[in-house]
Every structure is written in structure tokens, then in C-alpha cells.
């Protein structure tokens, strides 16, 4: 896996941050989401129906426990941090039949062309090269292929006062997106 140095940087905080024996403190604030998370998995459902999804920087499979449910031909799932997918795998350890885990890096993966109807993410392309990625999942999408992802947004003031409370929680490199970003 060819990593650039931001890839890098990302894949050792997210070792460190998922190699910690307690849960992040910080996740008290994601419950003001639960509302975009509900429109988010409904849509998932909806469009996911002996498909081909790919958890697109699945972190530790948070996102799984629902869209398992979903009736998916088959789930990807990939993150650059490998104890980020250890974590998902033991989460998934039930439903490991449709599932399938790699170590890779989302700017640039080593999965087929054209292989996903379907590719999600929550949390995922403020991390990322926005060119990079965007050409990825591009070439990984199926001709109509479809794409969701859930974002922090750096219009918003919440997220902004959240972020300035909470400085050690991310990586040099995140970012929340803005304009440009599009």
C-alpha cells in the first residue's frame, strides 16, 4: 500500500487513538447527530439491496450493526489503520459471511474498478486529499453507482466550538470541509 506522508500521519493517530482502552470522551457530542444518522441509514437501506456497498474508511465498523441488516449482496470495508479493522472484524464477527475487511488506503486502493454500487462513509473524507478521494470513488463506483457520506462542515458554529474545545482530538491533517473543499 502506497501511503503519502498525510496517510501516514493519519493511519498513527488512528492506531493510537483505537488502541486506547477507553472510549473516547468526545462521544457524548456525536449524539446531537442522531437525526442525520437516521436519514443517513434509510437512505443506505433504500439503495442497498443485493448490492455491493463498500464502507469506505470503516473505521471500527460502527456503521455495520445497521447496514448488515440492510439485504446487501456483499459489504467492503476498508480503513488505513489496521486496528481500526481488527475492531470491525470482532464487531462483525456474527455476520462475517457478506463481509469482507482490507487494510487500504482510500485515495488510492487496491479494489476493482467499477465494483460498487453503492459507497458510504461517516466521518471519513475531512481526513482525506478531497482531489484523491473523490477520484477513487469515482473509479470504484459502477456506471449510476451511487455514493452517501456524513461530514463535519466548517460553517458550522457547533461543530466549530466543538473542535475548539475538544484540540487533541484529531489528527493534524483533519479538517472540517469547506467551501473550497467542493
Known sequence: MSLSEQNLREKNFHNNLQSKKKGRFENIFYKALYN??????????????????????CGVGNNLNNVSNFQAERITCIDISEVSIEKAKKKASEFMHKIEFHVDNCENSKLNDGAFDLIYGSGILHHLNMKKCLNEIHRLLKNNGKMIFIEPLGTN???NIYRKLTPNSRSEDEHPLLQKDF
Not at 437516521?38 to 433504500?46: G, L, S, T, V
Open 36 to 57: 442525520l444518522n437516521e436519514d443517513f441509514f434509510k437512505y443506505i437501506e433504500k439503495s442497498s439491496k443485493g448490492k455491493h456497498l463498500l464502507d469506505y474508511g
Open 157 to 159: 458554529p457547533i461543530i
